[in-house]
């Protein structure tokens, strides 16, 4: 009976990261959002920019994304650069996909919704979204 609760509260956990098919009235949202002017970097420093990036990556790194996530491929929810491919690093994108990350839900990778993140700020939401657009 001791471990049957920890393997539960697993199969809960990986259910509820994401996957699934894709759902089509998000596809014509994201295009108007992607149609937009990408971020203007070119008065930003390169080490400010890899700030930003390890900034993002160490707070992926604090979390639990790697629970659902890679880099390089799809897990339960979608491998990162993937969903570099999908959204252009606008601010209208990287608003966005930070109130996903903080909102949980479904429907942008298929049926099986992502957790909710809460607990974390607006701010840490947007770093952890800059670095993973940062991985085409």
Request: glycine share 8%.
């Amino acid at each position: 009976m001791r471990f049957l609760a920890p393997v539960v509260l697993s199969v809960v956990l990986l259910a509820s990261c994401g996957g699934g098919s894709e759902n089509k009235t998000e596809k014509k949202e994201e295009s108007a959002a992607t149609s937009e002017t990408p971020v203007d970097n070119s008065m930003v420093s390169p080490g400010a920019a890899e700030a930003a990036a390890s900034k993002g990556a160490a707070l992926i790194e604090q979390k639990d994304c790697k629970t659902c996530h890679k880099i390089d491929t799809k897990l339960v929810g979608p491998g990162y650069k993937e969903v570099a491919q999908k959204y252009e690093a606008t601010e209208a994108n990287i608003d966005k996909l930070a109130d996903k990350v903080i909102a949980g839900g479904s429907g942008n990778w298929g049926e099986v919704a992502m957790t909710p993140h809460a607990d974390l700020s607006k701010d840490d939401a947007k770093e952890m979204v800059k670095y993973i657009l940062s991985l085409k």
